[in-house]
C-alpha cells in the first residue's frame, strides 16, 4: 500500500486547506507590507511636495521683497537726482547772480571814481577846501562800493549755504524715506 493512499482523504483536504491559508496570509501580510512601503512612498513624496512648495513660496517671497527694494532703491535715486538738479540749477542762478553783482560793484567804482574826478577838477578854486572834499569822496566813494561789494558777497555766501543745507536735507529725507520700513 502506497503512503498516500493511508492519508484519509480529509487530511488532504485539510493540509490543503491549511496550505491555501497559510498562502492567502502570506499573500495579505505582502499585500500590507506593499502598502505599507507605498503608504511611506506617499508620505515622502507629500512631504518633498510640501518642502517643494515651501521653498516656492518663500523664493516667490524673497522676489517680491527684492521688487520692492529695487523700486525703493529705483525712487530713491530718482529723487536724489532731482534734489542734485535742484542744487545745480540754484547753484548757476546763484552765479549769475554773484557776476551780475560784481558788474554793479565794478559801474559803481567807475562812477564814484568819475565823480571824485569831476568834483577834484572843480575843486580848482579854493584848493584846500576842495582837495578834502576830494579826498574824503575818494575815500567814501571806494568805502561804500567794497562796502555794497562784501554785502552782496555776503548775501550770496548765506544762500548758497541755504541752497546747500536744503540738498543736504532732501537728501536726509530721501535716505530716511528709503531706510523707513
Avoid at 93 to 109: I, K, P, S, T
Avoid at 128 to 139: E, L, M, N
Avoid at 174 to 179: G, I, P, V
Wanted: charged letters at 30%; proline letters at 2%.
Amino acid at each position: 500500500m502506497k503512503f498516500l493512499d493511508i492519508v484519509p482523504s480529509w487530511l488532504w483536504a485539510l493540509l490543503l486547506a491549511l496550505a491555501l491559508a497559510v498562502a492567502g496570509v502570506e499573500r495579505t501580510q505582502v499585500l500590507k507590507a506593499r502598502a505599507d512601503v507605498s503608504k511611506a512612498q506617499k508620505a515622502v513624496s507629500d512631504e518633498k511636495l510640501d518642502r517643494q512648495a515651501e521653498n516656492t513660496r518663500r523664493a516667490l517671497a524673497a522676489l517680491e521683497d527684492l521688487q520692492r527694494v529695487l523700486a525703493m532703491q529705483a525712487a530713491h535715486a530718482k529723487a536724489q537726482k532731482e534734489n542734485v538738479d535742484a542744487y545745480e540749477k540754484k547753484l548757476a542762478v546763484l552765479d549769475g547772480r554773484r557776476r551780475a553783482a560784481a558788474g554793479d560793484a565794478e559801474r559803481m567804482r567807475q562812477q564814484f571814481a568819475a565823480f571824485a574826478a569831476r568834483d577834484r577838477g572843480q575843486a580848482a578854486s579854493d584848493p584846500a577846501a576842495c582837495q578834502r572834499i576830494a579826498d574824503r569822496s575818494t575815500v567814501l566813494g571806494d568805502l561804500a562800493a567794497r562796502g555794497a561789494e562784501l554785502l552782496r558777497s555776503g548775501r550770496f555766501i548765506v544762500e548758497q549755504r541755504d541752497a546747500e543745507v536744503e540738498l543736504l536735507l532732501s537728501t536726509i529725507s530721501n535716505d530716511r524715506k528709503l531706510s523707513a520700513p
